[in-house]
C-alpha cells in the first residue's frame, strides 16, 4: 500500500490597467483549498489499483469533489507472451479563470465551471521481445465547457461528448528494423468552435531502421481523415454551417549517419515527398515537398 495526502491552498488576484478595460483585484479574486488524497494498492497476484479524491473548496464556486480510479490486471504472463487488462475513470472540476470572468471586454460574469467525466478501457500485450500491442476504448463528457464564443466576443459554456479508441503496435522483427503503427477514431456529437479539426480517422505508421552501425534511417507515413471547422461568418463558405477539410496523407523521410565517436552527425530529411496540397488550419498555409541537409558537432 502506498498512501499519497495533502492540502493545497491557492489565492488568485488580477491587477489590470490599460487604456482599453481595468480590472481591479479587489473585486477580482478567489481562493481554493484543496484536501487531497490518493491510495495504490499493488498485489503479488497482478492487481494495482489506484483511488483518489480532491475536495475543492472554491470560495465562489461552492465545494465540489472530484476523484479518479485506475485499474490494472496481469491476466497472463511467461517468459513468451504478457496480458494486462486495463480501465479507468476519472472527474474533473475547471473554475474560469479571473481573466476569463473580469476582462473588459471578453470577460463573462456568468461563466460556469466546467466539469467532465472519462472512461477509458483497455489491454497492453506482448510476445516475446518482437511484438507490442496496446487499445482502448474511451469515453468524454464535457459538461458547461469554457469557450469563446465568436458571435458574443465573450467566454461562454458548451457541452460536448466524444468516444472512440485507439490502437498502437510495435514490431520488431529483427535487431535493426522496428515498425511502429497507430490508429485513432473519435465519434463526437458536435462540431462546434471549441472541438474544429478533429479527424474521425487519423492512422500514423513508420519504420526505422539501423542496418548500418552509426546510422538511422527513418520513414513515417500520416494519413488524417476528414475534418471540419464550424464557420460562423462564412469566412470560408456560408455561415453557420461546417466547413469539411478533405482528407490527406504525407510521406516523410529522415537519415542521419554519426562519425568520430558521435562528435559528427550528418542529417538530412525529405517531408511532404508526396507534394501533398492539403489544410492543416483553414487560413494557414502548409509547405510542400521541403528538403533539409546539415551537420552537426558535440564536443
Known amino acids: 500500500f502506498q498512501l499519497i495526502t495533502g492540502l493545497n491552498y491557492q489565492e488568485h488576484s488580477n491587477q489590470t490597467v490599460t487604456p482599453f478595460a481595468t480590472i481591479d483585484k479587489n ?5 481554493t483549498i484543496d484536501p487531497y488524497a490518493s491510495v495504490v494498492y499493488i498485489s ?7 483511488l483518489g479524491g480532491r475536495l475543492n473548496i472554491h470560495n465562489v464556486y461552492g465545494n465540489h469533489l472530484v476523484y479518479d480510479g485506475n485499474l490494472a490486471y ?10 494486462k487488462l486495463i480501465t479507468s475513470y476519472s472527474t474533473a472540476f475547471i473554475a474560469p479563470s479571473l481573466y476569463q470572468l473580469y476582462d473588459g471586454f471578453a470577460g463573462n460574469l456568468d461563466l460556469k465551471p466546467e466539469s467532465n467525466q472519462t472512461f477509458e478501457a483497455g489491454f497492453e500485450t506482448n510476445y516475446q521481445d518482437w511484438l507490442q500491442l496496446d487499445a482502448v476504448y474511451f469515453n468524454r463528457k464535457e459538461e458547461d465547457a469554457i469557450i469563446y464564443d465568436n458571435t ?3 467566454y461562454g459554456n458548451g457541452t460536448s461528448d466524444a468516444n472512440g479508441f485507439e490502437v498502437n503496435t510495435k514490431i520488431t522483427p529483427t535487431d535493426y528494423l522496428v515498425f511502429n503503427a ?24 513508420g519504420i526505422d531502421i539501423t542496418a548500418l552501425e552509426n546510422a538511422f534511417f527513418n520513414i513515417t507515413y500520416r494519413n488524417v481523415g476528414e475534418r471540419s471547422i464550424f464557420d460562423r461568418w462564412g469566412s470560408f463558405g456560408t455561415a453557420g454551417e461546417d466547413v469539411i477539410l478533405s482528407s490527406y496523407q504525407v510521406l516523410d523521410l529522415s537519415a542521419n549517419y554519426k562519425l568520430l565517436d558521435e562528435t559528427v552527425t550528418f542529417f538530412g530529411a525529405v517531408t511532404n515527398i508526396l507534394d501533398e496540397d492539403y489544410d492543416d488550419i483553414l487560413g494557414f498555409s502548409t509547405r510542400g515537398r521541403n528538403f533539409k541537409v546539415g551537420v552537426r558537432l558535440r564536443f
Open 27 to 31: 473585486i477580482a479574486n478567489f481562493n
Open 44 to 50: 503479488d497476484y497482478g492487481l494495482s489499483v489506484n
Open 74 to 83: 496481469a491476466a497472463f504472463k511467461n517468459e513468451n507472451a504478457s496480458l
Open 152 to 154: 458574443t466576443f465573450k
Open 182 to 205: 497507430s490508429y485513432t477514431y473519435v465519434d463526437r456529437d458536435k462540431t462546434e468552435d471549441f472541438n474544429d479539426y478533429i479527424p474521425a480517422n487519423k492512422f500514423i505508421a
